[in-house]
């Protein structure tokens, strides 16, 4: 790995699990199933919403992730529903913080695939 030859080394990854594009949450998973079959790294992960200060993610068309309060809290979607909008709603771009809040994060791996098939 290019991080080994610079001399960079860790145990540890942190990585959102969703919600989002399907072939990106796919990719993401792949890659820290390996990263922790390989080379025994300990994987955490937490939804994109405490990224973007909890505002809207594209789905599809119309239609974006939201998390509401209100939401039934079932099947490990953290009260993530679709909504669909005639407007476009209020954005924010996802950034990391300064220093990582571990405690946003568990051991619940799995992806957050919300959407229905097509």
Do not use: W
Request: aromatic content about 14%; overall charge neutral.
């Amino acid at each position: 790995m290019e991080l080994q030859k610079q001399g960079i080394e860790f145990d540890t990854l942190y990585f959102v699990r969703g919600p989002g594009s399907f072939m990106a949450l796919k990719l993401i998973y792949l890659f820290a199933k390996t990263l922790e079959i390989a080379k025994g790294i300990k994987l955490y992960a937490a939804h994109a919403f405490h990224f973007n200060k909890s505002t809207p993610i594209k789905a599809y068309g119309n239609c974006y992730f939201v998390r509401e309060d209100n939401v039934e809290v079932e099947n490990n979607t953290y009260g993530i529903a679709i909504k669909n909008y005639d407007t476009l709603p209020k954005l924010e771009p996802f950034s990391l913080p300064e220093v990582l809040d571990t405690s946003l994060f568990d051991t619940n791996l799995k992806p957050l695939y919300l959407l229905p098939p097509v």
